[in-house]
């Protein structure tokens, strides 16, 4: 589970995430296209708990007038938990799966 080949799986995958999503900090259109909207699924996850009635996760209760209410402190921490406990999961299948082909 905690193996060290876990973890470096797990961190390609968070670095290609991040590379994935790096684009749209220098063109921010990126973010607009099909692509970006999946990449900001983790982010827009915190606005759907808090549509589905899970309280304190974004500020001011969801009541920012026109705009998008910020995500609190709790907020993001429920999107990393709720993005990165899948990914983790997803990494000790590989490393599971490429450990007994013994493939290193």
């Known amino acids: 589970m905690f193996r060290p080949r ?44 808090h549509n589905l009635g899970v309280p304190g996760l974004v500020e001011n209760n969801g009541l920012c007038g026109w705009g998008m209410c910020p995500p609190t402190p709790f907020g993001w921490t429920i999107a990393a938990i709720v993005w990165l406990v899948p990914l983790w999961l997803l990494a000790w299948g590989i490393g599971s799966i490429s450990a007994a082909r013994n493939i290193d």
């Open 6 to 49: 876990t973890l470096k799986i797990l961190a390609l995958i968070v670095a290609g995430y991040v590379l994935i999503l790096l684009p749209g900090q220098f063109y921010p259109r990126y973010l607009d296209t099909p692509v970006g909207i999946l990449l900001l699924l983790p982010i827009l996850s915190v606005y759907i708990f």
